[in-house]
Nanobody, 124 residues
Framework: QVQLVESGGGLVQAGGSLRLSCAASGRTFSSYAMGWFRQAPGKEREFVAGISWSGGSTYYADSVKGRFTISRDKAKNTVYLQMNTLKPEDTAVYYC?????????????????WGQGTQVTVSS
């Protein structure tokens, strides 16, 4: 069993930055791929970024590529999402998720564990 707790959301002006954290519990966390997803009001949950179990492979949605960076610290059992040059369209609830497989997926249905989400609001 893995429990995930996100933090770091908030209100920021367009062009600003935020760093989201996802703290995981469970001794098998280090073998799981991790992902960040987001859901804006009235929209479906969408993939944002993913990272393999080792941290050696990362992948992003086209909408955030070059602005967001996903990373993980195995010693701290934590995954991060550094978000730069934020835009109003980035406003959403952001969720981290754990995939029992080592390389992850862009599909939310492939992830077994989810956090409760953290709100990110970008004002124009």
């Amino acid at each position: 069993q893995v429990q995930l707790v996100e933090s770091g959301g908030g209100l920021v002006q367009a062009g600003g930055s935020l760093r989201l954290s996802c703290a995981a519990s469970g001794r098998t966390f280090s073998s799981y791929a991790m992902g960040w997803f987001r859901q804006a009001p009235g929209k479906e949950r969408e993939f944002v970024a993913g990272i393999s179990w080792s941290g050696g492979s990362t992948y992003y949605a086209d909408s955030v590529k070059g602005r967001f960076t996903i990373s993980r610290d195995k010693a701290k059992n934590t995954v991060y999402l550094q978000m730069n040059t934020l835009k109003p369209e980035d406003t959403a609830v952001y969720y981290c998720a754990a995939d029992r497989r080592p390389y992850g997926s862009r599909l939310s249905s492939e992830y077994a564990y989810w956090g409760q989400g953290t709100q990110v609001t970008v004002s124009s």
